[in-house]
């Protein structure tokens, strides 16, 4: 069973410029969260969507983030414009139900110069 | 509110010793569950084990062990007779089954373990 994919791995973009992450959760898997973790601090939460709905998006830092998860499969993370204290490493979960594990991808690193 | 408490930011140990990782957590609701999730270094997060809020009977699973205990609002991760492969960062998180927030993780800031061969 293939896990969860994000791409890209890495991105390195200027201020104000516009970056789409995306995450392929497990095949089935119907809750999907995005969290985020800048360096030296915790991981933390962004939001969670069931198929295609947004369950809670409290999380999200302001209106220059968008998710979306057309179709209830993968989901994309647009961040527009960028600013310096986006940068961080977002990560994509997925789990069956919303109690149990949730299993990780290995993250995008975001870099804003 | 959820709040996850990892103390301990920094851990080196010498190969063969064991080492016990904190993780004291907050919360006012009766019904959440407990992770551990482990990062090497390649950068992904690994699942370790779950606990829910009921079940406060110790758990080993090979050279790891978990010891949850309510009382003190702690899960605490001994790895016994430590290898170089169990550098890592090692997150503790919280989630509750109740409310608005159901399935959001709250982690801690993480433990970085260092094995020294």
């Known amino acids: 069973e293939a896990g969860v994919t994000q791409f890209p791995s890495h991105s390195v973009i200027e201020k104000g410029q516009t970056v789409t992450l995306r995450c392929d959760p497990i095949?089935?898997?119907?809750?999907l969260y995005w969290y985020r973790r800048v360096m030296g601090k915790e991981i933390k939460f962004l939001l969670h969507?069931?198929?295609?709905?947004?369950?809670?998006e409290s999380g999200m830092p302001n209106n220059r983030f968008l998710a979306e998860r057309t179709g209830g499969t993968y989901s994309t993370l647009k961040v527009q414009p960028a600013e310096l204290e986006d940068s961080g490493v977002y990560f994509c979960?997925?789990?069956?139900?919303?109690?149990?594990?949730?299993?990780f991808g290995d993250g995008t690193r975001l870099s804003i110069l | 509110a959820q709040k996850v408490t990892q103390a301990q930011t920094e851990i080196s140990v010498v190969e063969k010793e064991d080492v016990t990782l904190d993780c004291v957590y907050e919360?006012?609701?009766?019904?959440?569950?407990l992770f551990w999730y482990k990062q090497p270094p390649s950068g992904e997060l690994v699942f370790l084990i779950r606990?829910?809020?009921?079940?406060?009977q110790n758990e080993i699973s090979g050279r790891y062990s978990w010891n949850f205990q309510k009382s003190t609002s702690s899960f605490n991760f001994t790895i016994t007779a430590s290898q170089v492969v169990d550098s890592a960062v090692y997150f503790c998180?919280?989630?509750?089954?109740?409310?608005?927030?159901?399935?959001?993780?709250?982690f801690g800031r993480g433990t970085q373990l260092t094995v020294w061969p």
């Open positions: 969507f069931v198929k295609e709905s947004k369950q809670d």
């Open positions: 919360t006012r609701d009766t019904t959440y569950y």
């Open positions: 979960a997925s789990s069956q139900g919303p109690i149990q594990p949730q299993h």
């Open positions: 095949s089935g898997h119907d809750n």
């Open positions: 606990r829910n809020s009921f079940d406060e």
């Open positions: 998180a919280l989630s509750s089954e109740e409310g608005s927030t159901l399935g959001r993780l709250y």
